[in-house]
């Protein structure tokens, strides 16, 4: 691994260009929010999604003392593309907190984020992880039926897959943020230091950002999502939260439940709200990591 750029915190949107490392000969790309002093916390993005969305958690971050640093996973965004999976990523997340100097660090997963933080429960730095409308594997809760038909392309068509992430892309350039958040989001979330319009701003530039390389690191990611994860629930070695949206149309609510059920340490928030509003709801809980019970 050979750093090419020094650790600064990003704003949003980027005024700056991302901060980035080089980890096996290609460009990873992250910013940081919060607290540049906190204690680390990774921020495992949706799909599609990317690094921006961390924005959403920088001032509960802040407030919990928190830096969250917040990569583009390969692909996506900033960082170039690779053929990582969810058991290559540990990998990628390892050489990040290393380069940050994070000797121990939380995790969190939003969304289809959440293979990708569970399985950094094998690294040493790692105490903790947390999932926010987290998917679970092929058998495990359920996903709504977009993601579920994307999902399938992805593993049996690509190419077609590709067409339809790009076209997509397209139609969100046009329609403004209020299309973008419909894809997360029954109704405008809002926050202490966001409010719904600004969000909604944030969204359509999380969305677009995941593509602006392309759409392969995205028709990756929603193959993976739709095959047997490559470990077993029962082998997640650190303690889990798990908070799940009682009104998520994107991750079904009974997803949680199932995924709580089926680690062998984990704790279990429903939160009243959607699939981005339970990220915004139970933002700074989130950031704590597990409690005792």
């Known amino acids: 691994m050979v750093p090419v750029a020094a650790p600064e915190t990003v704003p949003y949107p980027d005024s700056a260009d991302p901060q980035h490392l080089t980890v096996d000969g290609r460009r990873l790309a992250y910013a940081t929010y919060g607290d540049p002093t906190g204690r680390p916390v990774l921020f495992c993005h949706g799909t599609p999604g990317s690094r921006l969305l961390g924005r959403l958690l920088a001032a509960p971050a802040a407030k919990r003392g928190v830096r969250l640093i917040a990569p583009d996973r390969p692909g996506v965004g900033a960082s170039e593309d690779a053929a990582v999976g969810i058991d290559g990523w540990p990998e990628d997340a390892s050489a990040l907190l290393a380069y940050l100097g994070a000797d121990e660090a939380g995790v969190v997963g939003f969304s289809g984020g959440a293979p990708f933080a569970l399985a950094c429960h094998r690294l040493d730095a790692v105490q903790s992880v947390t999932l926010v409308s987290g998917t679970g594997p092929p058998g495990v809760g359920d996903r709504g039926r977009a993601q579920r038909a994307m999902g399938a392309l992805a593993r049996h068509v690509p190419w077609l897959c590709a067409g ?60 993976l999502l739709a095959t047997p994860w490559p470990f077993e629930l029962g082998d997640v070695s650190v303690p889990v ?29 429903r939160v009243d709200s959607d699939h981005l509003g339970t990220l915004c709801v139970a933002a700074e809980r989130a950031l704590r990591g597990p409690t005792p019970v």
Request: proline share 8%.
């Open 241 to 269: 939260a798990v908070f799940q949206g009682r009104h998520d149309t994107n991750v079904a609510p009974t997803t949680g439940g199932a995924l709580a059920d089926r680690l062998p340490d984990a704790t279990l928030e």
């Open 164 to 223: 339809l992430v790009r076209l997509q892309r397209w139609a969100l350039g046009r329609q403004g943020p209020a299309a973008a958040l419909d894809l997360v989001a029954e109704r405008p979330p809002e926050t202490d230091a966001l409010g719904p319009d600004e969000i909604a701003r944030l969204v359509e530039a999380d969305v677009l950002a995941a593509t602006a390389g392309g759409p392969s690191g995205v028709v990756r990611e929603l193959g």
